[in-house]
Protein backbone atom coordinates (compact mmCIF):
# COMPACT_ATOMS: atom_id res chain seq x y z
CA UNK A 1 0.00 0.00 0.00
CA UNK A 2 3.17 2.29 0.62
CA UNK A 3 3.82 2.26 -2.96
CA UNK A 4 0.23 2.66 -3.85
CA UNK A 5 0.40 6.26 -1.88
CA UNK A 6 3.65 7.01 -3.95
CA UNK A 7 1.99 5.87 -7.43
CA UNK A 8 -1.14 8.29 -6.23
CA UNK A 9 1.36 11.46 -5.84
CA UNK A 10 3.02 10.98 -9.13
CA UNK A 11 -0.34 10.81 -11.19
CA UNK A 12 -1.04 14.21 -9.81
CA UNK A 13 2.18 15.89 -9.77
CA UNK A 14 3.07 14.42 -13.11
CA UNK A 15 6.89 13.71 -11.19
CA UNK A 16 8.30 11.17 -9.01
CA UNK A 17 8.19 11.61 -5.34
CA UNK A 18 10.66 13.98 -3.93
CA UNK A 19 11.48 15.12 -7.08
CA UNK A 20 12.93 18.10 -5.89
CA UNK A 21 15.27 15.99 -3.98
CA UNK A 22 18.25 14.75 -5.62
CA UNK A 23 19.95 12.56 -3.53
CA UNK A 24 19.06 9.44 -3.41
CA UNK A 25 20.13 9.51 0.50
CA UNK A 26 18.39 12.01 1.65
CA UNK A 27 15.21 10.89 -0.01
CA UNK A 28 15.90 7.35 1.92
CA UNK A 29 16.30 9.45 5.76
CA UNK A 30 13.09 11.65 4.41
CA UNK A 31 10.76 8.22 3.34
CA UNK A 32 12.27 6.62 6.78
CA UNK A 33 11.15 9.99 9.27
CA UNK A 34 7.43 9.47 7.92
CA UNK A 35 8.24 12.48 5.89
CA UNK A 36 5.55 12.74 2.68
CA UNK A 37 6.09 14.34 -0.59
CA UNK A 38 5.32 17.79 -1.31
CA UNK A 39 2.02 18.71 -2.65
CA UNK A 40 2.17 21.44 -5.00
CA UNK A 41 -0.67 23.83 -5.91
CA UNK A 42 -0.56 22.19 -9.45
CA UNK A 43 -1.44 19.02 -7.87
CA UNK A 44 -4.06 19.66 -5.81
CA UNK A 45 -5.90 21.45 -9.17
CA UNK A 46 -5.50 18.50 -10.44
CA UNK A 47 -7.37 16.67 -7.96
CA UNK A 48 -5.13 15.86 -4.97
CA UNK A 49 -7.47 17.08 -2.60
CA UNK A 50 -7.39 17.17 1.10
CA UNK A 51 -9.35 13.66 0.66
CA UNK A 52 -7.15 11.99 -1.97
CA UNK A 53 -3.85 13.36 0.02
CA UNK A 54 -5.79 11.94 3.29
CA UNK A 55 -5.55 8.09 1.05
CA UNK A 56 -2.04 9.45 0.57
CA UNK A 57 -1.09 9.73 3.89
CA UNK A 58 -3.03 6.45 5.22
CA UNK A 59 -1.07 4.24 2.68
CA UNK A 60 2.12 6.38 3.31
CA UNK A 61 1.31 5.56 7.37
CA UNK A 62 5.46 4.70 8.85
CA UNK A 63 4.05 1.33 10.62
CA UNK A 64 3.12 -0.81 7.67
CA UNK A 65 0.84 -2.30 10.56
CA UNK A 66 -1.00 1.05 10.85
CA UNK A 67 -1.50 1.65 6.79
CA UNK A 68 -4.92 1.48 4.90
CA UNK A 69 -5.55 -1.93 3.47
CA UNK A 70 -6.61 -2.54 -0.04
CA UNK A 71 -9.98 -2.35 0.76
CA UNK A 72 -9.66 0.63 2.60
CA UNK A 73 -7.88 2.17 -0.78
CA UNK A 74 -10.99 0.89 -2.80
CA UNK A 75 -13.80 2.10 -0.07
CA UNK A 76 -12.15 5.95 -0.21
CA UNK A 77 -11.76 5.25 -4.01
CA UNK A 78 -15.61 4.13 -4.62
CA UNK A 79 -17.36 5.93 -2.19
CA UNK A 80 -18.44 9.39 -1.72
CA UNK A 81 -16.37 11.60 0.50
CA UNK A 82 -19.70 12.30 2.34
CA UNK A 83 -20.18 8.94 3.01
CA UNK A 84 -16.84 8.38 4.28
CA UNK A 85 -17.53 11.47 6.69
CA UNK A 86 -20.61 9.55 7.94
CA UNK A 87 -18.81 6.10 8.27
CA UNK A 88 -15.79 7.70 10.16
CA UNK A 89 -18.56 9.06 12.65
CA UNK A 90 -20.12 5.53 12.96
CA UNK A 91 -17.20 3.16 13.29
CA UNK A 92 -14.17 5.88 14.78
CA UNK A 93 -11.28 5.60 13.17
CA UNK A 94 -11.87 2.81 10.59
CA UNK A 95 -9.95 0.15 12.61
CA UNK A 96 -13.20 -2.10 13.24
CA UNK A 97 -14.64 -1.49 9.64
CA UNK A 98 -11.32 -3.10 7.94
CA UNK A 99 -10.20 -0.04 6.68
CA UNK A 100 -7.37 0.26 8.32
CA UNK A 101 -5.26 -2.75 9.60
CA UNK A 102 -5.58 -3.52 13.41
CA UNK A 103 -2.43 -3.56 15.08
Not at 2 to 22: D, M, Y
Not at 67 to 91: D, M, N, W
Request: glycine share 8%; hydrophobic share 40%.
Amino acid sequence: MFSFGRVIVEVFTLQKPFASIGNDAVIVTAVLKGELPIRTTDAISRGLDDYMWETVRGCAHRHASRRLTAQGVIFRLCAPPHLQTERRRRSGIFSRSGIFRES
